[in-house]
């Protein structure tokens, strides 16, 4: 035995006392041994000592290997409460794809890496960062399917690894590295669900194995659990911002449409004065501009949480007539939120005016007014929005001046919308197709 390699005294005066010992030694070559100590007995005394030697430098490399990997994933995205408030989401982003490059390279040894991120709507793997791969590799469009997306798209699509140990005769290889023989291939999965993909390439052939694979898995578990706490706290920072313009959103909504109201009354009042319709046309204009800014900021915000909304509502014009405050303010927040874009007045005068002034897709009219009869109101409404639709809400008052068995004469075919609005009713109104012939109204002095 090398004296370096020697069992420490200790251990044989343990060992000469009657009592087994153990100890780990390391060799000049750096190799580790575990070395037990044993006493034999001869008429009840300690006769000789018998040493067993355990090459345990695999194993011991392997354990330390995984406590390393699993250390460097605590370190991922490891920040400090004063760090998260200097740091924006991007910020974040960018520490984590550093801390991942040096550990793949300090603790995995690998030189060509990609790792993409599954949008769960449309499948794409999204590239999160590369090393090694070519440009043509790292702009490739990729999707989670089985056929034609490469080893990365049959992982991503199967949430199975894939060793790759001869790319040249391998069927669903696409190259990344240039002139790659092999190639190793893991999913990175959170909750059961894939979220993104770990590649790794290499020159050589049969370059990975069981090992490699499991100690790869093991970090694309820690990278799961880092990107899914990067996720939240992006969602966090969104839900802060989103309630910070959905309140901005609510104070300015009500006072912005009353300013619409009165400039459209104007404009119907000054009808010989064009200089003054000019400029009140211009504050409707810059009225609505600030309403559409909020709404657009509001929109970025909030995107991936309103994504999947229906498209036939989103960007829908809608003026919502009612004297009660409540129900205004119920219709900026339930169909804002599918992407309308909504105005309000409190009595039927302004909002007939605001519809002559105005573009709508859709107006929701109370069936009571106290400036005007419900009938009238309508069928003025019918005249000044000939492309949209005028839907009739009505709460549990008693309808005094019929003015729902009027419209039906005239031929509404709509359904009569009960308040409190029900969002699958409301939206469902709005949306749905109008009939191939519908009958013209009645004149307005035909009712009141």
Not at 6 to 25: I, K
Not at 99 to 124: A, G, K
Not at 251 to 269: E, F, K, R
Request: net charge negative; charged share 25%.
């Amino acid at each position: 035995t090398p004296p370096d390699a020697r069992p420490s005294d200790d251990a044989f005066h343990a060992a000469l006392s009657g009592s087994p010992a153990c100890l780990r030694v390391r060799q000049s070559n750096n190799s580790l041994l575990d070395v037990t100590v044993s006493p034999v007995r001869e008429d009840g005394r300690v006769a000789e000592l018998v040493a067993l030697c355990d090459d345990v430098t695999a194993t011991t490399v392997r354990q330390q290997k995984l406590n390393a990997l699993y250390k460097a994933g605590q370190d991922l995205d490891a920040l400090d409460p004063d760090q998260l408030d200097d740091m924006n989401v991007e910020c974040r982003v960018e520490l984590l794809k550093q801390n991942v490059r040096r550990y793949v390279h300090d603790l995995l040894r690998y030189n060509v890496v990609e790792i993409r991120l599954l949008d769960p709507q449309t499948e794409r793997l999204v590239p999160l960062m590369e090393e090694g791969m070519t440009p043509e590799a790292a702009a490739r469009e990729l999707f989670a399917r089985t056929e034609g997306n490469g080893v990365t798209g049959f992982v991503a699509a199967t949430g199975k690894p894939y060793l790759c140990a001869d790319t040249t005769s391998d069927p669903h290889f696409i190259e990344g590295l240039a002139g790659a023989r092999s190639s190793m291939t893991v999913p990175i999965i959170y909750h059961d669900q894939v979220i993104g993909t770990f590649n790794v390439e290499s020159p050589q052939p049969n370059a990975f194995g069981p090992e490699d694979l499991q100690f790869t898995e093991l970090f694309a578990r820690e990278l799961a659990r880092s990107l899914h706490t990067l996720n939240l706290l992006n969602a966090q920072e969104q839900c802060a911002a989103a309630g910070v313009i959905e309140h901005v959103n609510r104070d300015i909504a009500l006072p912005a449409d009353d300013l619409l109201a009165v400039a459209s009354g104007l404009i119907d009042q000054l009808g010989d004065r064009p200089e003054c319709i000019a400029a009140l046309r211009r504050v409707l204009g810059d009225a609505r501009k600030i309403k559409l800014a909020v709404r657009h900021i509001g929109g970025e915000v909030t995107r991936p949480a309103t994504a999947g909304g229906d498209p036939k509502l989103d960007g829908m014009r809608i003026l919502v007539i009612d004297q009660d405050e409540r129900v205004r303010k119920s219709a900026h927040a339930i169909l804002e939120r599918k992407g309308c874009v909504v105005e309000t007045a409190a009595g039927a005068a302004e909002g007939i005016s605001m519809a002559k002034s105005g573009t709508y897709d859709a107006v929701l009219v109370s069936v009571k007014h106290k400036d005007m009869g419900g009938t009238a109101a309508y069928r003025s409404l019918v005249k000044a929005v000939p492309l949209g639709r005028v839907i009739l809400t009505q709460g549990f008052e008693y309808d005094g001046g019929h003015t729902v068995v009027n419209a039906r004469q005239d031929g509404y075919w709509l359904p009569v919308l009960f308040k409190p609005f029900q969002e699958p009713a409301l939206f469902k109104a709005l949306a749905a197709p109008a009939p191939s012939a519908p009958t013209k109204p009645e004149p307005i002095g035909a009712a009141s």
